[in-house]
């Protein structure tokens, strides 16, 4: 039974983040490429298991405020299903094992990616201890984190990555990261409890211009990506267009659980589970393998 909530603290199903580091892969063309999706693979499992050492951190430092949360008064720290010194303990093995991952698979990109996953996990105690408590900035971090992700898969496999992938990467971030923080906003409404330090320096009014700026900003600038010039030489195919209509569906139907639902809270959770936008993320993906690999 320990052993479980042992795994619910290292959160693997927050690992479908990571998954954006397989996307200079995907995008070069060479994702049948073995050995370069096998140094993409590596790269991976060796972030998640630095994510889930900062989890770990994370539901330490927070221990006293997810209690007072409806939701994260379940997690095992919080709940006393996991003790802190046990938590310690793991936190230091996910990160020994996301080093040592990168030593012994990473080849000659080793010290590089070992660099940048150390950059990543300092960067984020230090958002777990403070830069959380700093409205806006606590979003730029989550997003900056998401490009490292891409930084770390192209150094993985070599790739060089192009202005349009890291600009979507960081705007794609933002958006989800500004629709969490406006349901902490609602949970604060309902309940009077501050789960958050910064939760006074944003409210809905905000949340939700910010949020449709930025979408706008994400449907428009995919738009141009879609038709640029050096794109449609990249790809070698003028059909790149068509894969704006599972951007812009996917897109509305995120701000239609965020503002309609209110269940942005988890975004991860959102994205494992709403068919719809699954339907979206799949369609993209397919006809993006059509143009790239056929």
Known sequence: MKLKYTIQLIRPEQWVKNTFIFLPLF????????????????????????????????????????????????????????????????MMFCLLLSMLILYFFAGN???????LIGFYFCMNIAYCMKLKSYPIIDVLIVSIGF???????????????????????????????????RDDVILYNNSGVIHRKNILRYNIDFLNQVITVISTIIIIAYIMYSISPNVIEQFKSRYVYTTTFFVLTGIIRYLQVTIVDTKSGNPTKVLLKDRFIQACIVGWIIMFSFIIYL
């Open 27 to 90: 995008f070069s063309g060479q994702m049948l490429h073995i050995d370069l999706l096998v140094q993409t693979t590596v790269a991976f499992f060796a972030f998640s298991a630095a994510a889930s050492s900062i989890y770990c951190f994370n539901d330490i430092y927070d221990v006293e405020a997810d209690r007072l949360h409806p939701k994260k008064c379940k997690r095992p720290i919080a709940s006393n299903k996991v003790s802190i010194k046990t938590a310690y303990v793991v």
């Open 109 to 115: 990109q080793r010290y590089m990616l070992m660099a």
């Open 147 to 181: 490009v490292l992700r891409i930084i770390v898969g192209g150094k993985a496999t070599n790739i060089m990555l192009s202005e349009w992938i890291v600009i979507m990467t960081f705007l794609i971030a933002l958006f989800l990261a500004f629709a969490k923080r």
